[in-house]
């Protein structure tokens, strides 16, 4: 009976063991969240296809023909606030100054993407389920969207615990949200 427990509490303490393991990352994210002390993660992949105005356009219309399958979407879901608001929104992920890129990495890129779209509401309707659409598409052309392992680096949870984190947030959080999101996308 003792030998039973004692293997019974092995294996919780094993299965414990491992979910440190597969978390540390994240223990260590939140902790520099905490201490104030996220940074951009110091390596990065450069983007090799660029998100342009017409592309994204393309694939805004096939989300909204998919979602029109599933669910009622609003003929205003997708539709801009003003002509080309969505093409000055991508040309800032795409800024430079002195001719280096204000955003080279592509977590970089995609960050501000997300950021720039939720946040600025191009769309009269659905800027934060495009904004997550378009970083997603983004990370997708990539090839950026799978860990080594196969496992997505942003999971659909993780992707909506974000996307409200952006819409809520305050305009003064940018950065801190810039880099949070740079480090979910770090290997």
Partial sequence: MKNNKNNQSKKVQNKIL???NDYSRAWMILKKYDDERLTLPKKGVRAKHLLNYDGAQKA?????????????????????????????????????????ELYPTLAEKAAHLFYFVVKDHPFIDGN????????????????????????QKINDNALVALTVFLAQSEPKEKDVLIKLIANFLSP
């Fill in 60 to 100: 805004i219309s096939l989300l909204k023909k998919e979602l029109a399958k599933k669910e009622k979407v609003p003929d205003i879901f997708g539709v801009e606030r003003s002509k080309k608001f969505l093409e000055g929104v991508i040309k800032n992920v795409y800024q430079t100054y002195g001719k280096k």
């Fill in 18 to 20: 491992s979910v440190i």
């Fill in 128 to 151: 934060k389920r495009l904004g997550a659409f378009l970083f997603i598409v983004f990370l997708a052309q990539n090839n950026y969207l799978l860990k080594k392992n196969g496992e």
